[in-house]
């Protein structure tokens, strides 16, 4: 499998990575086992890009993933990020970049991943309440001390990412961007670049539904959070619909599924561009690598973004929706 680099790291990664969130919370229909066996797969197909968080699971999602880290750490470029504050019942209590927390956050992380350093520690929501500098000043101090191989910033805007960089490098930007939310492609993206940051997309599958797996609100869990996110409601459901209806005519004409389609495009957007699909199925990360077989000119990408509306509705409800691009 052909590799790409992390920015200026020299993290050499899988060009499609995991997202394990959903392995521990928001979709509902967690599996451990199968979890843990799709963790292993992966890293026997070459997929050495994991991606976690303290938030998830409350915690639980870096436990899980401790379990296959304490076989195979060597395999594994491992990501994890802070920031998001949970209550000890789950509940969100905001997000915290004040530098003792920083350090706190990242002590209790190496704890529940069983490990001694991270490979790519992010800031996964920008505190507004902090200076960036602040911040990131404290996330370099970890980098000092061995704990933390290199950083990241989540969701953070163009001029904060400016900020950030002024104070300590950073490898990589997490942020949402998809065939059905390009809002990074005018400033953010462009920013990213000028520092030699790569940009790591989650939800690249715009949270499942550009695979066309999800046909109505009743194909998801009673527990699982998409039914509260505004893509998923309603009228922007049918909308919606509609332009997985012409991902997938495509996909078709390609030979590919939609879900090939959509990582494909991402793909093909730069060398610096590492998308990370989440799946808790071993079967399902085998059909996301078919994606860089899909053969798509240069006609084929300018119809895909010329022609394709971005989704209707936010892309979260409103209470999260303000913490977006800090």
């Known amino acids: 499998m052909h590799r790409r680099t992390l920015g200026t790291s020299g993290l050499d990664v899988s060009p499609l990575g995991l997202g394990c969130m959903g392995m521990s919370e928001f979709y509902g229909d967690r599996d451990e086992a199968r979890s843990l066996a799709t963790l292993r797969h992966a890293l026997d197909v070459g997929v050495n890009f994991w991606d976690t968080a303290d938030m998830y699971g409350s915690g639980d999602n870096e436990r899980l993933l401790a379990k296959v880290l304490a076989e195979r750490r060597d395999e594994v470029v491992l ?7 949970r209550g000890d019942d789950g509940s969100f209590r905001g997000v915290n970049g004040r530098p003792d927390y920083v350090h706190a956050a990242c002590d209790a992380s190496l704890a529940r991943l069983g490990v001694d350093h991270i490979d790519l520690y992010y800031q996964h929501r920008v505190d507004p309440e902090v200076p960036i ?8 101090e970890l980098v000092a001390a061995g704990k933390v191989r290199f950083l990241g ?13 002024a104070v300590h490098p950073m490898a990589a930007l997490q942020t949402e961007y998809s065939l059905w939310t390009r809002h990074i492609e005018s400033e953010i993206l462009p920013a990213a670049r000028r520092h030699g940051i790569a940009v790591v997309p ?10 066309g797996a999800i046909t109505s609100a009743d194909d998801l869990a009673e527990d699982d959070w998409r039914r509260g996110n505004p893509r998923f409601q309603g009228e ?7 332009l997985v209806a012409r991902v997938r005519a495509m996909a078709d004409a390609k030979g590919a599924t939609s879900a090939q389609l959509a990582l494909a495009w991402l793909l093909l957007q730069g060398l610096d561009i590492v998308p990370i699909p989440g799946t808790t199925k071993a079967h399902r990360l ?18 895909l973004s010329r022609d394709l509306p971005e989704a209707a509705g936010a892309r979260y409800p409103e209470a999260n929706q303000a913490l977006l691009n800090g």
Do not use: Q
Not at 133 to 140: F, H, R, Y
Not at 153 to 165: C, D, F, K, M, Y
């Open 133 to 140: 500098e602040d911040t990131v000043g404290a996330m370099a």
């Open 236 to 242: 922007n459901f049918d909308k919606n619909l509609d």
């Open 286 to 303: 085998d059909e996301n690598l078919g994606a860089a077989e899909v053969a798509l000119s240069a006609d084929d990408l300018a119809e």
């Open 79 to 85: 990501a994890t990020k802070f920031g998001v504050v």
């Open 202 to 211: 989650y939800s690249p599958l715009g949270r499942g539904f550009l695979t």
């Open 153 to 165: 910033l989540s969701e953070a805007a163009a001029g904060t990412i400016e900020r950030a960089v």
